[in-house]
């Protein structure tokens, strides 16, 4: 059969993007995935002073702006370590910048869990439901947004993180109100999403094991197990974690093999018919986010999935969901070793750097993100960012496909191959920033 090219533009997802099918007998054999909107922010960055960062980025996305801070301030505080300034964090600082990371992929997970994944599948597998699932993404998501805030001061687009800490002084009263707010979101996970306690859950280690889910977990988990869905949206098998955090480590996973990595072997590249930049490691191309947190970490039920059905969609959707009990739970454990009496910032006033290059690495919650500044006489001269999706999305290289692509490759329909596309958690505007 003659090839066939079609194209379509992916809509409900943060931006847009255009995908290009390239079928040939009645399979995908190709795509092409496409962003056309581009912002500039490393372009608006050049030329200001280094702090400016702290305000800037943030603003590049929308859902995690806060991963977008911390890897800017991780940037300057970096660029300081290596000309030489001492910077050593409190532990308060450390543990209000973890809590509040963990609690904006909580409610980015939790977003694409009722607002992509499931109405999706729905209309994939053709069921009818009459649930409202964006009001219970706005509940949970606006529940724990609550507890970043009252460290943060706003959600989105705070600047609290600054070179030697962080600008907010909690009281217990703080504390205690984020904890009130953290248990509120577990008692949702519990009753709502899952039927199970928190920690009869996180019990949960093998494939054997997952009809215990009940709730809307259950529901998809069944929905997607009796479509055969654990049989599709296989990539290359291998992922990489740059961020260290109370999740995971940095590493790659091939095969179950976890190794060292050094983001120095980074590398970006243009694309044709797309502003997104493709990235690889050492000329590999690797799967970024939960799926690969966890893959790396070793986590058991993550483990045991992948042992059996390997980096298929099931995998890929349930590694997502599974990363918000065990957000809570690290949450509730940072809020209740919280040092109120450590000091929010060790860096003095005047001892800032004019002349430095820094490289700052968060887990995102679609994976690794990345920011490299270099600064001279106080101002930026370059800012690169790597987003996750970058990473995910690209169209490959000379020797393979991207990611995705790979991923989408040999489906049916285009509409199985654009549900196992948002399976990736697809984010265009931090893509094209």
């Not at 977990?217 to 197990?225: A, K, Q």
Request: aromatic share 8%; net charge negative.
């Amino acid at each position: 059969m003659k090839s066939v090219k079609i194209k379509q533009l992916i809509e409900k997802i943060e931006g847009e993007a255009e995908l290009d099918f390239t079928f040939n007998d009645g399979l995908i054999e190709d795509v092409k995935i496409n962003f056309g909107f581009y912002r500039g922010i490393e372009e608006i960055l050049r030329g200001k002073d280094a702090r400016d960062a702290l305000v800037i980025t943030p603003r590049v996305c929308g859902i995690c702006n806060h991963a977008h801070l911390l890897a800017a301030v991780d940037a300057i505080e970096d660029g300081y370590k290596k000309a030489g300034q001492n910077i050593v964090l409190s532990s308060k600082a450390k543990d209000i910048r973890a809590f509040t990371l963990a609690c904006e992929l909580i409610q980015n997970h939790i977003k694409w869990f009722y607002m992509t994944i499931f109405p999706q599948l729905e209309a994939y597998v053709e069921v009818k439901s009459e649930v409202n699932y964006a009001m219970k993404a706005t509940y949970l998501a606006s529940t724990i947004t609550k507890a970043l805030a009252i460290f943060a001061g706003q959600w989105p687009h705070s600047s609290y993180a600054v070179p030697g800490g962080v600008t907010c002084d909690p009281t217990h009263l703080d504390v205690m109100q984020a904890q009130s707010l953290v248990d509120e979101s577990i008692r949702f996970f519990e009753q709502v999403i899952t039927g199970l306690s928190l920690d009869d859950y996180l019990g949960i280690d093998s494939v054997s094991s997952l009809g215990k889910i009940e709730g809307d977990f259950g529901n998809l988990l069944y929905m997607m197990g009796s479509h055969h869905m654990s049989e599709i949206g296989q990539s290359y098998d291998r992922f990489i974690v740059f961020g260290e955090c109370g999740l995971s480590k940095a590493g790659k996973s091939i095969v179950t093999n976890v190794s060292n990595v050094d983001v120095r072997y980074v590398k970006e590249a243009l694309q044709e018919g797309t502003v997104a930049k493709a990235v690889s490691y050492k000329e590999r191309l690797y799967e970024v986010g939960p799926l690969a947190r966890g893959m790396v970490a070793k986590t058991p039920i993550v483990k045991s999935l992948h042992k059996r059905y390997k980096d298929s969609l099931l995998t890929r959707v349930f590694a997502r969901v599974h990363e918000v009990a065990l957000l809570l739970d690290y949450s509730k454990t940072l809020l209740q070793n919280l040092e109120l009496d450590a000091p929010s910032c060790t860096l003095e006033r005047g001892t800032e750097l004019s002349d430095f290059e820094g490289t700052g690495v968060v887990e995102a919650a679609r994976g690794s993100l990345i920011h490299t500044t270099t600064v001279k006489n106080g101002l930026i001269t370059n800012y690169e960012i790597i987003t996750p999706t970058q990473w995910n999305l690209s169209h490959g290289n000379e020797k393979e496909q991207g990611i995705a692509i790979k991923a989408m490759v040999g489906s049916k329909t285009m509409e199985e191959a654009t549900f196992i596309f948002r399976t990736f958690d697809v984010c265009s505007v931090c893509t094209t920033q």
